[in-house]
Nanobody, 124 residues
Framework: QVQLVESGGGLVQAGDSLRLSCTTS????????LGWFRQAPGKEREFVAT???????YYAESVKGRFTVSRGNGKNTVDLQMDTLKPEDTAVYYC??????????????????WGQGTQVTVSS
């Protein structure tokens, strides 16, 4: 049974850093895309970053150069390091997993499993 549990959200100031972690079970990293999405109030869920089949990383343009997705030290975790945070990064962040193909990794519908979400708030 696949389970995803996010942790690490919180309230920070603009320019600060925050690290989110997604603890997984039932996932074979080499066969899955492990993605991070976010949803701000009144907006659609949007792609942030993904670790594709344990080897390649992809990012939304809005976070490229500031966020880093990687496999965590726990091996069954995928982390999202967020640096130079901006108020517009405020959202609920979700971890997701799916056997997505490369062309669909930015589409939330390509992911079958989702965590419960963790709130990130960046004050100006």
């Amino acid at each position: 049974q696949v389970q995803l549990v996010e942790s690490g959200g919180g309230l920070v100031q603009a320019g600060d850093s925050l690290r989110l972690s997604c603890t997984t079970s039932g996932i074979t990293f080499s066969a899955y895309a492990l993605g991070w999405f976010r949803q701000a109030p009144g907006k659609e869920r949007e792609f942030v970053a993904t670790l594709f089949r344990s080897t390649h990383t992809y990012y939304a343009e809005s976070v490229k150069g500031r966020f880093t997705v990687s496999r965590g030290n726990g091996k069954n975790t995928v982390d999202l390091q967020m640096d130079t945070l901006k108020p517009e990064d405020t959202a609920v962040y979700y971890c997701a997993a799916g056997r997505a193909i490369l062309s669909s990794i930015r589409n939330p519908n390509a992911y079958n499993y989702w965590g419960q979400g963790t709130q990130v708030t960046v004050s100006s």
